[in-house]
């Protein structure tokens, strides 16, 4: 899902042939110590090992990592090269990258804490945190990172779905105590809502997705908010088509200033991970030009 910016606007496209090309990122092997069941759909593992001493976590609240796992029906287990895998092994079984968000970082230990939304046998990281267990090698990259509350704004509004809950979380520990925040979380029903602890003048309103797949409840509930006076800084990612909607409404109907609006689309319903990339640049320009 998303480098460490605090509070950036919505990104514009640059010329791909302008621009440098990024140093590739060396791979950090871990090794699980924890899985834990959270919800019927969300997965807690905390990994650890020595490739994460130099693991730099900063201010971002949305920090991710990039998890490289083996492809479907791979005959191949982690550890393994990238490369050599795509040398020996046809591209169905080339190894698949997906993003999670850094729930918790433990410099001290060198614990890192990820949380998987499961959807079945669906995908790649959802198989694979289901039969997770500890003593297994997990390979990623990072972190990477582009938002962080502004301590100088008067309120904060979150907003976003399951896949956002442990970016939602994070930030939720860092709004200074007392300030006001109101987090709007779209998830599959009751038995997925968790547990939020901040010391902040905080509302959670939880939305229970419906069946359809045009569902628009997220933005209905965004649009029933009454918003508290004062700067908001606000934050809206999760699944492109609705955070494209909702976008609209906070900037062309509420106001909001680009510059107080971190937005991102973290998945795309009806499309895989790597379909959701290839069509994401696009998209971006797209959003960049519904309120001009």
């Known amino acids: 899902m998303p480098y460490a910016k605090k509070g950036r606007r919505f ?33 807690r593992v905390v990994v650890t090992g020595d490739d994460l001493a130099d693991f730099a976590v900063g201010d971002c609240t949305d920090h991710y990592v990039k998890v490289t796992f083996p492809g479907p029906g791979a005959t191949y287990r982690a550890p393994f090269d990238v490369e050599q895998v795509k040398a020996e092994h046809p591209k169905a079984q080339w190894p698949r990258t997906r993003s999670y968000t850094v729930r918790a970082w433990d410099p001290a230990t060198r614990r890192l804490t990820l949380d998987f939304v499961y959807h079945g046998d669906l995908g790649v990281g959802g198989p694979w945190v289901a039969q ?28 976003g779905d399951e896949c956002v809950v442990p970016s939602i979380a994070v930030a939720l520990e860092r709004i200074p105590a007392g300030r006001r925040a109101i987090a709007v979380i779209e998830i599959e029903g009751a038995a997925e809502e968790l547990p939020l602890p901040t010391a902040a003048d905080a509302r959670i309103v939880w939305v229970h997705r419906s069946a359809s797949a045009d569902d628009d409840r997220l933005l209905r509930a965004v649009e029933a908010l009454e918003f508290p006076a004062g700067n908001v800084h606000a934050f809206l990612h999760g699944e492109a088509t609705s955070v494209r909607t909702i976008r609209r409404h906070l900037l062309a109907e509420r106001g909001i200033p680009r510059d ?19 069509e994401k640049a696009a998209w971006k320009a797209a959003v960049e030009s519904d309120v001009a």
């Open 260 to 278: 107080a609006l971190s937005v991102s689309g973290y998945w795309k319903r009806s499309r895989d991970d790597e379909g959701w990339r290839a």
């Open 132 to 159: 997770a267990q500890p003593g297994d090698v997990l390979q990623l990259v990072g972190p990477g990172g582009d938002y962080a509350p502004r301590p100088d704004a008067d309120w904060h509004l979150l907003i």
């Open 11 to 43: 990104p514009t496209d640059e010329d791909p042939m302008a621009t440098p090309a990024r140093p590739t990122r060396r791979m950090l092997r871990t090794e699980v110590v924890e899985v834990e069941r959270l919800t019927p759909h969300m997965y």
